[in-house]
């Protein structure tokens, strides 16, 4: 199948998905343009993170489809390699390599996975870096930076495979307030950029600023979705409501 | 502290009951740890001991004194305790090879290749040293012959694979438990970058278990040296069987005690380094991961 532009990027369709008895994922169907930035926001258990580890596959769904680019992730025959050169994505833990410096974390990838040739790596690593405000550090190792900019290294280290969809799950839950600010800024950068981004994040004045659509879920649904302003402000489910005036 | 029980705290809630037990000593630097009073101590005891035995016992036996008859069987100990360092070292690099293959084959995702790794880990990891030992000797044959040419088996070579399989059985699960140790993030977020699970073992795992595994790594080094001596029972001509060849060729009992003493402050003075190199290591690692 091949994939336009004028399609959808991402495509779910009715995705289930659950942990031995617990369904954490009951029909999930959403569709991304190329160029969105979407947030999924809700209460803790209500199945965002799984979603979006199901769009690169680290999960694998029960039943419905997840499309990126045309390629069929719940296939069992699935490239996976295909997929993650698409699909970036950043953790709430960073999970940088810790034995390894800024610039080699960044390098890693396109160099060993990608077969890229190093002075060409090397040259857009740098560029990364820079684009992530942390000139100066390429020969610091995880360890030896703040929370924020470990965070911000992992942008760079999976912005280096060029992909064309971002997923952040919950990038800035494990960072201190002021920190905060420096990654959700680099995220801005890069949504101005054109990237598709898909966030979960718990951060609602960002999510109204950033995003093109807000997604509700609970327990395992989307409970009610659309453009921020009509969502925070005009919100008509209850259970979003409720959310919404715990968190705002 | 600057204030104790009696003195108001400087800080409102500031309680001693909050405090540490006790302050963490302060770390040594390598050489102090090495060489400090106990060492010391336990250096001179050992020596004074070796010393005053002999001259005790030399009132019954005329002849050469015990000290002057340690030295000059000092160059044959010498060689036979260069061969316990020898076999100690082939069997540690073989050992670590293999048990790291095999450490890594305890966490494959295939269930059979665990489970079969696991099985040898296990009977490698409970059988005694000395009963492996004679198996090996038994079991593996004098020579092979291998495309016309043939490969002796002398008796040491087949006591170093002996010696080996017990240490690649405990490497096996110093590798397992430090690759489990792994937050399962970095497993995660190597492949969310298309690495494969050969490349992420290779290129992120591996190298972070190093830290954790050289520790115990090199107590296992230190703990096989002292086994060595094992060997002169399956009939190795190392440093225990030369000394008991020179006591019988001296016939003197009262050698015997400064005899052995002397090989025993031979084998503190090649492992206690180790061992506390070792703990420094640990405690070196042990803050930051």
Known sequence: MSWTEDQPIVSLKDVHKSFGEVKVLRGVSMDIQKGEVICIIGPSGSGKSTLIRCINALNDIQSGSITVEGIEVSDPKLDKLALRKKVGMVFQQYNLFPHRTVLQNVMMAPI???????????????????????????????????GGQQQRVAIARSLAMSPDVMLFDEVTAALDPETVKEVLNTI????????????????????????????FTDRGVIVESGPPATFFDQATDPRTREFLSQVL | MAWTHSQTPPVKGHLPVLLPLRSMPQGLPLQDRLFNVWTASILVLALAAALITPAFAQDATPGRSAFAILLEWTPTLAKGFGFNVLISILSMAIGTVLGVGL?????????????????????????????????????????????????????????????????????????????????????ESAESLGFSRGQTLREIILPQTIKRVLPSWMNLYAVLTMATPLVSIVGVNDVMALTRAALSAEGRVDLLIPMYLYILCWFFLYCYPISALTRWLERKYSVKL
């Open chain 1, 112 to 146: 060993k996975v990608l077969g890229q040739n190093k002075a060409e790596v090397e040259q857009r690593a740098r560029d990364l870096i820079r684009k992530v405000r942390l000139e100066g550090k390429e020969d610091a190792y995880p360890g030896e930076l703040s």
């Open chain 1, 188 to 215: 801005k950068d890069l949504a101005a950029d054109g990237m598709t981004c898909i966030l979960v994040t718990h951060e609602m004045g960002f999510a109204r600023e950033i995003a093109d659509c807000v997604y």
């Open chain 2, 103 to 187: 450490g890594i084959l305890q966490v494959s995702p295939l269930r059979p290749v665990r489970q079969v790794a696991w099985v040898i880990t296990q009977f490698f990891r409970n059988s005694p040293w000395l009963v492996l030992l004679f198996y090996c000797i038994l079991l593996i044959p004098f020579q092979i012959e291998v495309f016309g040419t043939k490969i002796p088996f002398p008796g040491w070579v087949k006591a170093v694979i002996g010696l080996s399989l017990p240490v690649m059985a405990y490497m096996s699960e110093y590798m397992r438990g430090a690759i489990l140790s792994i937050p399962t993030g970095q497993w």
